[in-house]
């Protein structure tokens, strides 16, 4: 580990380990996304069933759309819809003052923070709900409804590979999220607005290949696809070949791009700080 | 060269307002007013290396603002300032990394983390090699009497113990320079005695260099050698507190304690400030009346119990420093 990376790797760990102790929040989360993905696994199941040509002719299968449910809800917390909230606190309470004394790049010290954040907050509830919906379901007999493996070999390593990609990108959207924190000093309205953005556009909601055909260049090309709807895709064999070159370099276009934009409003908002009283 | 200079430096914050009442909001919406504050209007000093200066003025009147800007976190409007030869806020990584400071109202250590976890992440932080931080880590420890506080979360501790895990949080990467803003506010007697005589020995025995606001006159009177007085966002006084104390209030107070019904002194100089039944609190300037004149006068005209005499109170010293200044709270 090299000394100058030290301060970010460090402030990584304590974060995730410390984000990893709120086991009663994750096993909360966990049932929630677990109900809700059940619920949303039925109706998808009772929708394709009520029309079965124009099921036949669906841009994914059933089989797909299921296992794409299992996954937005297992990757639901890498959904970057909040600000990071030790930003939110720091800029309350004027702790930002502290953050500014650190001999780091705010960017890059917040940017693993958030990172950390998130990945903790994912881990524990991507286990259970892979252990429950990729091998629980099936067990149970419900082998329709359950989370179906990957296409392919190739298929499953570039998931994983754009899944990292995802959460970059997510903890970069996030940073966009915080700078506009820091900026307004107020986190509320911030997340009421990411929220409904996220989710729509990201795929959680509705898989964007479900969308008309006329959006569907624009829907893939837009930065929220890269945080659900490509490792989707390339998981199913959706993008494949080149497609999966394609899928990684829109994740990793829009990272660099947020990441740039990100820092470039960063040091502006932090120009013209003001921490006052004390 | 000094080691700190400041000149001419000069913040001023935009506040919104707002009209008050739920029209005020309403129109708040549609058009928003902002007010500019000049929290500094032209400050200049500058600090030798080992030096220990108080800082002190009325809430309002720019000392914290001052550190923040010495500290990197503020951007001044106008002025200069060099920090052993760089710029705060356009040197920040390399110039924080050399400078240590404590905001006494906030906390830089980690609420749910144990004490010395978050020495730990502060060391990595600042990138201070292992062996070394274990070093100054154990040396702090000892100063600063943190054994026993090592493995609790600091959400657990009492404001005394955090203070002084805060203080030795801003000092774990050796730094020269030493800012510490307002760091006994709320402490208990003990504790403020226990933060002075560490920050005494620290600038005494290793030489760091320490800028501190308080206001707290007694963290003066044991500290510093050298006060400037801050009121407006100007400096009105850059002097030794002997000085200070001497050129703003010469007064002294006598206390009389007569036989019988304290009587109607007419003393020319002589300010009667109480008088109750048998006592009388006086005030004068030994300068114009010496004082074994006046007790000899008023023991020779009246029956005298008991006689003693006081010097004002520094807080005083200082409230009439800023009423003649015209730098009450802003």
């Given at each position: 580990?090299?000394?100058?990376?030290?301060?970010?790797?460090?402030?990584?760990?304590?974060?995730?380990?410390?984000?990893?102790?709120?086991?009663?929040?994750?096993?909360?989360?966990?049932?929630?996304?677990?109900?809700?993905?059940?619920?949303?696994?039925?109706?998808?199941?009772?929708?394709?069933?009520?029309?079965?040509?124009?099921?036949?002719?669906?841009?994914?299968?059933?089989?797909?759309?299921?296992?794409?449910?299992?996954?937005?809800?297992?990757?639901?917390?890498?959904?970057?819809?909040?600000?990071?909230?030790?930003?939110?606190?720091?800029?309350?309470?004027?702790?930002?003052?502290?953050?500014?004394?650190?001999?780091?790049?705010?960017?890059?010290?917040?940017?693993?923070?958030?990172?950390?954040?998130?990945?903790?907050?994912?881990?524990?509830?991507?286990?259970?709900?892979?252990?429950?919906?990729?091998?629980?379901?099936?067990?149970?007999?419900?082998?329709?409804?359950?989370?179906?493996?990957?296409?392919?070999?190739?298929?499953?390593?570039?998931?994983?590979?754009?899944?990292?990609?995802?959460?970059?990108?997510?903890?970069?959207?996030?940073?966009?999220?915080?700078?506009?924190?820091?900026?307004?000093?107020?986190?509320?309205?911030?997340?009421?607005?990411?929220?409904?953005?996220?989710?729509?556009?990201?795929?959680?909601?509705?898989?964007?290949?479900?969308?008309?055909?006329?959006?569907?260049?624009?829907?893939?090309?837009?930065?929220?696809?890269?945080?659900?709807?490509?490792?989707?895709?390339?998981?199913?064999?959706?993008?494949?070949?080149?497609?999966?070159?394609?899928?990684?370099?829109?994740?990793?276009?829009?990272?660099?791009?947020?990441?740039?934009?990100?820092?470039?409003?960063?040091?502006?908002?932090?120009?013209?700080?003001?921490?006052?009283?004390? | 060269?000094?080691?700190?200079?400041?000149?001419?430096?000069?913040?001023?914050?935009?506040?919104?307002?707002?009209?008050?009442?739920?029209?005020?909001?309403?129109?708040?919406?549609?058009?928003?007013?902002?007010?500019?504050?000049?929290?500094?209007?032209?400050?200049?000093?500058?600090?030798?290396?080992?030096?220990?200066?108080?800082?002190?003025?009325?809430?309002?009147?720019?000392?914290?603002?001052?550190?923040?800007?010495?500290?990197?976190?503020?951007?001044?409007?106008?002025?200069?300032?060099?920090?052993?030869?760089?710029?705060?806020?356009?040197?920040?990584?390399?110039?924080?990394?050399?400078?240590?400071?404590?905001?006494?109202?906030?906390?830089?250590?980690?609420?749910?983390?144990?004490?010395?976890?978050?020495?730990?992440?502060?060391?990595?932080?600042?990138?201070?090699?292992?062996?070394?931080?274990?070093?100054?880590?154990?040396?702090?420890?000892?100063?600063?009497?943190?054994?026993?506080?090592?493995?609790?979360?600091?959400?657990?501790?009492?404001?005394?113990?955090?203070?002084?895990?805060?203080?030795?949080?801003?000092?774990?990467?050796?730094?020269?320079?030493?800012?510490?803003?307002?760091?006994?506010?709320?402490?208990?007697?003990?504790?403020?005695?226990?933060?002075?005589?560490?920050?005494?020995?620290?600038?005494?025995?290793?030489?760091?260099?320490?800028?501190?606001?308080?206001?707290?006159?007694?963290?003066?009177?044991?500290?510093a050698e050298r006060v400037i007085v801050i009121g407006h966002g100007r400096v009105l006084a850059d002097s030794p507190f002997e000085d200070l104390r001497t050129n703003v209030l010469a007064e002294r107070r006598l206390f009389v304690d007569f036989e019988g019904e304290a009587p109607e002194?007419?003393?020319?100089?002589?300010?009667?400030?109480?008088?109750?039944?048998?006592?009388?609190?006086?005030?004068?300037?030994?300068?114009?009346?010496?004082?074994?004149?006046?007790?000899?006068?008023?023991?020779?005209?009246?029956?005298?119990?008991?006689?003693?005499?006081?010097?004002?109170?520094?807080?005083?010293?200082?409230?009439?420093?800023?009423?003649?200044?015209?730098?009450?709270?802003?």
């Amino acid at each position: 580990m090299s000394a100058r990376a030290r301060p970010y790797t460090a402030a990584l760990a304590a974060r995730f380990q410390l984000t990893l102790q709120y086991r009663a929040a994750a096993l909360a989360g966990f049932a929630t996304q677990l109900w809700w993905g059940g619920l949303k696994v039925m109706i998808y199941a009772a929708f394709f069933a009520s029309a079965p040509a124009a099921a036949a002719r669906a841009p994914i299968s059933l089989a797909d759309t299921i296992t794409y449910t299992w996954i937005a809800q297992a990757f639901l917390v890498l959904q970057p819809w909040w600000a990071d909230p030790e930003v939110g606190q720091a800029v309350r309470t004027g702790g930002v003052g502290y953050d500014r004394l650190r001999p780091v790049d705010t960017y890059g010290f917040w940017y693993a923070r958030a990172l950390a954040w998130m990945l903790a907050r994912v881990a524990p509830r991507a286990v259970l709900m892979a252990a429950t919906a990729a091998v629980i379901v099936p067990l149970l007999g419900l082998h329709e409804w359950s989370w179906r493996p990957p296409a392919g070999l190739a298929a499953g390593l570039a998931f994983v590979v754009s899944l990292g990609l995802a959460a970059l990108l997510s903890a970069a959207i996030i940073m966009l999220l915080n700078v506009l924190v820091a900026a307004t000093l107020n986190e509320r309205g911030v997340n009421t607005l990411a929220m409904p953005v996220t989710i729509l556009f990201s795929g959680n909601i509705i898989p964007l290949a479900l969308y008309p055909e006329a959006f569907q260049p624009w829907l893939l090309a837009q930065p929220f696809a890269g945080v659900l709807d490509i490792p989707c895709r390339i998981y199913f064999g959706g993008l494949a070949g080149d497609g999966i070159w394609l899928g990684l370099g829109l994740q990793a276009f829009w990272t660099v791009t947020f990441v740039l934009i990100g820092r470039a409003a960063l040091s502006r908002v932090m120009a013209r700080l003001q921490v006052q009283g004390g | 060269m000094p080691q700190i200079l400041v000149q001419d430096l000069v913040k001023t914050f935009r506040v919104a307002e707002r009209e008050p009442g739920a029209l005020g909001a309403v129109r708040g919406l549609l058009r928003r007013r902002h007010r500019a504050v000049e929290a500094l209007k032209g400050v200049s000093f500058s600090l030798e290396r080992g030096e220990l200066l108080g800082f002190i003025g009325p809430n309002g009147a720019g000392k914290s603002t001052t550190i923040k800007i010495l500290s990197g976190i503020l951007t001044p409007d106008a002025g200069r300032v060099e920090v052993d030869g760089l710029v705060p806020w356009k040197d920040r990584q390399k110039h924080v990394g050399r400078i240590g400071v404590v905001f006494g109202q906030r906390t830089q250590l980690w609420w749910d983390l144990p004490v010395i976890d978050g020495f730990d992440l502060l060391a990595a932080i600042y990138r201070v090699e292992p062996a070394a931080y274990r070093e100054r880590r154990d040396e702090l420890v000892a100063l600063l009497r943190l054994e026993s506080l090592l493995h609790q979360p600091v959400r657990q501790l009492s404001l005394g113990q955090r203070m002084r895990a805060e203080i030795a949080s801003a000092l774990l990467h050796s730094p020269s320079i030493l800012f510490l803003d307002e760091p006994t506010i709320g402490l208990d007697a003990p504790a403020k005695l226990a933060v002075r005589g560490f920050v005494k020995r620290l600038n005494k025995e290793h030489g760091v260099t320490v800028l501190l606001t308080t206001h707290d006159m007694h963290d003066i009177e044991a500290l510093a050698e050298r006060v400037i007085v801050i009121g407006h966002g100007r400096v009105l006084a850059d002097s030794p507190f002997e000085d200070l104390r001497t050129n703003v209030l010469a007064e002294r107070r006598l206390f009389v304690d007569f036989e019988g019904e304290a009587p109607e002194l007419v003393i020319p100089g002589v300010v009667v400030r109480a008088r109750a039944g048998r006592s009388v609190e006086l005030a004068f300037d030994p300068a114009t009346v010496p004082t074994p004149a006046l007790i000899a006068r008023i023991a020779a005209d009246h029956p005298v119990q008991d006689i003693h005499i006081e010097e004002p109170a520094i807080e005083e010293v200082i409230a009439r420093f800023y009423e003649q200044h015209g730098a009450g709270e802003a």
